[in-house]
């Protein structure tokens, strides 16, 4: 099974950002969840070439709004 290492960078905030593994290529578009945050994948860019069943990514995500409570 592939693992995908992933940076992830949300411009314009002042969260961090992370470095997550997942068992699918991310996709633009889609929702990923960063500890009590929830963004939207805007890019995603090769960063090395895969080796073997790792690949490394880097995505710049969008923060999405909080839902209330």
């Known amino acids: 099974m592939a693992t995908y290492?992933?940076?992830l960078v949300i411009p314009g905030?002042?969260?961090s950002g992370a470095i997550v593994n997942l068992?699918?290529?991310p996709q633009v578009g889609?929702?990923?969840r960063v500890g009590d945050l929830e963004v939207e994948v805007v890019e995603v860019i090769d960063l090395?070439?895969?080796r073997g069943d790792f690949y490394f990514l880097h995505a710049?995500?969008?923060l999405l709004p909080?839902?209330?409570a």
Do not use: D, F, G, N
């Open 66 to 68: 909080q839902a209330s």
């Open 30 to 32: 889609q929702h990923i």
């Open 23 to 25: 068992h699918e290529r």
């Open 13 to 15: 905030t002042e969260h």
């Open 5 to 7: 290492k992933v940076s």
């Open 60 to 62: 710049t995500c969008r």
């Open 48 to 50: 090395l070439p895969p």
